[in-house]
């Protein structure tokens, strides 16, 4: 199930120093996080940028000790453990400067279906509360999955509204997958497991919920996913974090709206104010500005519209199909997929948005309608 490479990038993963950044600095230049352990610590004069401190603490033979007995802890759970140089990460995540080295993974996470990260304070309202319970409800007919933290107030709300209208959901922990934090959340986790969702961290076993490990995490939850919505947030809440992460990464930001009094709209109100996330107004023009455009099951209208056949050029076709199978597809990508420059594939992309078959979000990544 594990291979020597996953022994390798554990113990790297431990050595003083070498945080994800540096991992996958030192992993492009040297192949594999096998080679950077055995010849890192001779090579690094070669290389610009590498000192003698960050390679002094590789071939520690207590880090290869650890990572074994992570792979037998993680054998017997059942979690999955991807690496980043294996591209095995979720794609947008991976597109992040400071995606982590290794995800450990517990359940079943489809990647090819589109992700929406929710997020807000453990000191939930009723206002709050609404929202979730709304929004789950008129998106109960779209393939989706939600994304949030775990905790209490909304993180917990999200995980219960997707189990309750049949949604999957994934979330995002702040310590290893041998604990479960809050207490309060275990039959919860279980739940999410049972319902085809995941348990995601960054973590190893040896890792509990120290403080500083939330603002790590939040950053993964608003890596994930190419749109984030904050339901209620302080002035100051955890969630700021979260949106300052997923501005970083140009993903969508929404918040929900509130009174100026109250205190668990203050900080959405704020993140509105300072044009960092759009304003929610309904949660049918959310949905449209989320571009959940595709129902589980098809459902046949009573009285049908005769259909207006729009004849596509070969480029608009090859586009609009390229769109319509990647939802939230880059530029790039499409560049890469179609062998098109990206000067010939944009007058493509604005005809197609003329036509009304694509919708273009910020970060130039576009979705077929």
Not at 10 to 26: P, V, Y
Not at 145 to 153: F, N, R
Not at 191 to 218: C, M, V, W
Not at 222 to 233: D, H, L, N, Q, W
Request: aromatic fraction near 10%.
């Amino acid at each position: 199930m594990y291979s020597e490479e996953h022994l390798y990038s554990i113990a790297l993963r431990e050595c003083n120093l070498i945080g994800d950044i540096n991992f996958h600095k030192l992993v492009r230049i040297f192949g594999s996080a096998k080679s950077v352990w055995e010849n890192a610590p001779k090579e690094y004069k070669k290389l610009d940028g590498i000192g003698k401190k960050m390679v002094s603490d590789m071939g520690n033979p207590e880090h290869l000790k650890f990572a074994e007995k992570e792979l037998i802890f993680c054998e017997k759970n059942n979690i999955k453990i991807n690496l980043r140089h294996f591209h095995e990460l979720p794609q947008f995540l991976n597109e992040c400067d400071d995606a982590p080295a290794i995800l450990y993974q517990k359940g079943n996470f489809d990647d090819s279906m589109q992700k929406l990260s929710i997020v807000g304070t453990r000191n939930m309202t009723s206002y709050g509360k609404q929202f979730i319970h709304d929004f789950f409800e008129e998106t109960q007919s779209f393939d989706y999955i939600s994304v949030s933290g775990l905790a209490l107030g909304v993180d917990k709300e999200v995980h219960e509204q997707s189990i309750h209208f049949q949604i999957p959901t994934v979330a995002v922990l702040a310590h290893g997958l041998h604990l479960l934090y809050p207490a309060k959340n275990r039959n919860l986790s279980e739940k999410i497991l049972e319902e085809g969702g995941a348990l995601l961290t960054e973590f190893n076993s040896s890792r509990k919920p120290d403080r500083e490990n939330f603002i790590q995490r939040n950053r993964i939850v608003a890596g994930i996913s190419p749109s984030i919505i904050v339901v209620e947030t302080a002035f100051g809440g955890g969630s700021i974090s979260t949106t300052t992460f997923a501005n970083g990464y140009n993903r969508e930001v929404f918040a929900l709206p509130g009174k100026i009094t109250d205190k668990q709209s203050q900080g959405c109100n704020h993140l509105i104010f300072q044009h960092k996330a759009t304003a929610i107004s309904t949660i049918k023009n959310l949905i449209d500005y989320l571009g959940f455009n595709k129902p589980k099951q098809k459902i046949e209208e009573l009285f049908p519209a005769d259909e207006v056949t729009i004849q596509m050029t070969e480029n608009q076709e090859l586009i609009f199909r390229l769109i319509f199978n990647n939802p939230q597809i880059s530029l790039d990508s499409l560049v890469e997929k179609s062998d098109l420059s990206s000067h010939k594939i944009l007058p493509v992309i604005l005809e197609l948005e003329l036509l009304g078959k694509l919708k273009s979000f910020s970060g130039r990544q576009f979705i077929a309608i």
